[in-house]
């Protein structure tokens, strides 16, 4: 719809987890459904190459592209909101731009020239920024810059999008500040300083906001717009008020009361037309009005921050509303779980979802979940580490491998039913090295998941080092589970199931990460309704008992 590829910039002030992230995939969900091809990037300012090394009480969960990059969680919102994938072009970081500096240096490339911020970083920036929108791809790029206005690490940021805004023209690229208009509940007023304060320093930069978005508990009044407007250089109806809704998949329409998409494509010269939320509106209806409900119990060790299974969280919104159920998430510690008090735990649950992770804290907790689901017939979805699990519960309890376990938890265990991989034994360095991105898989006729995917052949995104060690498989497959999923160019078991059991399926790879609200996994779609069924069987069950 336009040739040349326009740009906008989203950048905090006053707090960070204000939403820039939500508010970016909101815009670009509007202009989506006016017609616009359009992408959403992040600039993260921290020096950490990509969030793969990170703990995810640091940063929430890593988020992996098709193409194998680890990025920061805010490109899950990217993709849910967008349907679009992601890619290493997606996110950009301070350490991977500091990086591709340092080694055009290295290799002679600024030779007799002092490398310095200005122009070599801001340069490298510039280039990032628009490697997607010179692609030919996209209409509109929104960038959003991780981090607060005067923080130190994102100085550098501020300074190229004043240079792009300069470099670019008027009417091709424009800022939108997200900013916080506090409360006071002891004087009862919404107070606009600390806007006013953040638009300064925002400006002392060189840089003018083009838009605000003001983060409130409140209504904002129309004097209080027209205040903001005066003091921070914005036009009235560009002050946007993004009040708190009771979920982010509200925002978009929110937004679009607001006049958000109207007000951004006047400023960049486009046409506004209407934008068409049918598809969404209705997933929002489902969500909303739910004919039943769920229990599901997430088994992890990062359950105290929900961000560390923010993709897993999503995938179950997506799934319930596409059952018209309400999923609700039971979250249990996996440290605390025993076989003492497992029973206790999980009996009143209709499915358990045991999660990824790393090392061996919680572990043992894992396995005797998943003991407890299999015995008794609940229905179990294991993710990456939580497919490990199921393997080695099987392997100690059926096939009587009491020692069985993996080599990422006991190096010398005498029956390593998960090793690690092959092309893993030589790699010492930890980031970027796992397995990482989208991967084949074929699958076996008559399984569950041949059913669930309704195809022989799919592509899933992984990010692991261990695998099912395939010198067991067949004494494995003989007692009863079954390996369903597999690469076809290594033999890697990708999905395990066992088919006398209600439901019960473990995959090696993350099939929450391709989870959208236009297409609900179907892997979570059918354990939902597994849980379901086995909540409707069960209270079946006890009304003819009674």
């Known amino acids: 719809m336009t040739t040349t590829t326009k740009y906008i910039f989203v950048t905090g002030g006053v707090t960070s987890s204000l939403g820039k992230g939500i508010i970016a995939a909101s815009l670009a969900k509007l202009l989506q459904a006016q017609g616009y091809r359009t992408t959403i990037q992040k600039l993260d300012p921290y020096i950490n190459v990509d969030p793969g090394t990170l703990n995810p009480y640091e940063h929430g969960e890593c988020y992996v592209t098709d193409d194998g990059a680890e990025t920061d969680l805010d490109l899950g919102h990217y993709e849910r909101f967008l349907n679009v994938p992601t890619s290493q072009s997606n996110n950009v970081t301070t350490g991977r731009i500091y990086q591709?500096?340092?080694?055009?240096?290295?290799?002679?490339?600024?030779?007799?020239?002092?490398?310095?911020?200005?122009?070599?970083?801001?340069?490298?920036?510039?280039?990032?920024?628009?490697?997607?929108?010179?692609?030919?791809?996209?209409d509109i790029v929104i960038t959003e810059i991780g981090g607060t206005v005067g923080d130190i690490?994102?100085?550098?940021?501020?300074?190229?999008?004043?240079?792009?805004?300069?470099?670019?023209?008027?009417?091709?690229?424009?800022?939108?500040?997200?900013?916080?208009?506090?409360?006071?509940?002891?004087?009862?007023e919404l107070k606009t300083k600390p806007t006013q304060h953040s638009v300064k320093t925002l400006m002392e930069s060189g840089v003018m906001a083009d838009v605000l978005v003001c983060r409130t508990e409140h209504e904002l009044p129309e004097d209080l717009r027209q205040k903001l407007a005066k003091f921070c250089n914005v036009r009235p109806e560009a002050v946007i008020q993004s009040i708190d809704a009771s979920t982010i998949y509200d925002v978009p329409n929110l937004m679009l009361d607001e006049g958000l998409d109207k007000v951004v494509l006047k400023k960049l010269a486009l046409d506004n037309s209407h934008a068409d939320l049918t598809q969404w509106n209705q997933f929002l209806t489902r969500h909303k009005n739910p004919k039943g409900e769920v229990t599901i119990g997430l088994i992890g060790k990062y359950v105290e921050l929900q961000d560390s299974y923010k993709s897993i969280l999503e995938a179950f919104i997506h799934a319930g509303a596409e059952n018209e159920v309400k999923v609700k998430i039971e979250s249990i510690h996996s440290e605390y779980l025993t076989s003492d008090n497992a029973a206790q735990q999980l009996k009143h649950l209709h499915g358990v979802l045991v999660a990824?992770?790393?090392?061996?804290?919680?572990?043992?907790?894992?396995?005797?979940?998943?003991?407890?689901?299999?015995?008794?017939?609940?229905?179990?979805?294991?993710?990456?580490?939580?497919?490990?699990m199921a393997v080695i519960e099987y392997s100690r309890n059926v096939l009587g491998l009491k020692d069985a376990n993996s080599t990422e938890m006991n190096a010398s265990t005498a029956n390593p039913v998960i090793d690690l991989m092959e092309s893993q034994k030589t790699i010492t360095d930890k980031g970027g090295t796992m397995r990482l991105g989208a991967w084949d898989c074929e699958l076996l006729d008559g399984s569950i998941s041949k059913e669930v995917y309704q195809t022989n052949a799919i592509k899933e995104r992984h990010r692991h080092r261990y695998e099912f060690n395939n010198d067991y498989k067949q004494q494995i497959e003989t007692a009863g589970m079954k390996a369903t999923g597999l690469n076809p160019e290594t033999g890697l078991v990708e999905i395990i199931e066992i088919p006398d059991h209600n439901w019960f399926v473990g995959v090696q790879y993350h099939p929450e990460y391709k989870s959208t609200v236009a297409n609900p996994h179907p892997l979570f779609v059918a354990f939902v309704k597994a849980a379901l069924n086995f909540k409707t069987n069960n209270n079946s069950v006890s009304m003819a008992q009674n």
């Open 356 to 388: 990824p992770g790393f090392g061996e804290r919680g572990i043992e907790g894992k396995i005797d979940a998943v003991r407890y689901v299999r015995e008794n017939n609940i229905p179990f979805l294991g993710i990456c580490l939580g497919m490990q």
């Open 153 to 188: 690490e994102s100085l550098p940021y501020v300074e190229a999008v004043r240079q792009l805004k300069w470099e670019l023209g008027e009417n091709n690229a424009i800022v939108i500040h997200l900013t916080l208009i506090p409360y006071l509940s002891a004087a009862g």
């Open 100 to 138: 591709s500096v340092i080694e055009k240096e290295r290799r002679g490339e600024f030779l007799g020239k002092t490398v310095q911020v200005i122009p070599h970083i801001t340069d490298e920036i510039k280039h990032r920024v628009q490697i997607l929108g010179k692609s030919g791809d996209y």
